[in-house]
C-alpha cells in the first residue's frame, strides 16, 4: 500500500516498503512500534529539541537536526543558536503521538534529545 491510511490525522505512506535496503522490517513496523510505545517514549522526549536519524531508500543513513520546510504547522518546533555552523537550527519537539507518527513516516528510526528541555536551558 503507498497510501491512504492515516492515524490520528497523521497521512501515511509506503507502509509496507522495507525501511532501508534488506531490512526485513517495514515503515509500518516502525510506525506499529513507535505507536505501541509512544505513551512511554513521548514522555521522554517531550519538550527536548530533537536530532533524528533517517534511512531514506537508496540513500544512506543521516542525522537531521532542522526540520524540513514541508514540516506540517502542528508539528512544534524550537530554534536554537549553533555556534559551530553560526545559524539557528530549527529543532523539532515531540510532544504528543501526532508528531511521533509523522517523525516515523519520514523514516526517523533514532531519537535524540538534548539534555535540556526548551525554555529551560539551564536545567536538565
Not at 8 to 15: E, I, P, Q, Y
Not at 54 to 72: D, S, W
Not at 95 to 118: F, G, I, K, M, S
Amino acid at each position: 500500500m503507498t497510501g491512504g491510511e492515516s492515524r490520528d490525522g497523521v497521512a501515511l505512506t509506503n507502509l509496507d516498503e522495507p525501511l532501508f535496503d534488506a531490512a526485513e522490517a517495514t515503515k509500518r513496523d516502525l510506525l506499529d512500534y513507535l505507536d505501541a510505545v509512544s505513551g512511554q517514549i513521548i514522555g521522554v522526549l517531550a519538550d527536548r529539541p530533537l536530532s533524528v536519524v533517517r534511512v531514506l531508500r537508496g540513500r544512506p543513513p543521516f542525522m537531521q537536526k532542522n526540520v524540513p520546510k514541508y514540516t506540517p504547522p502542528w508539528v512544534r518546533t524550537v530554534e536554537v543558536w549553533a555556534e559551530a555552523s553560526k545559524r539557528e537550527v530549527s529543532y523539532a519537539l515531540c510532544n504528543d503521538r501526532p508528531t511521533l507518527l509523522w517523525l516515523a513516516n519520514q523514516r526517523a528510526v533514532e531519537y535524540h534529545p538534548t539534555l535540556v528541555r526548551a525554555g529551560r536551558w539551564n536545567q536538565p
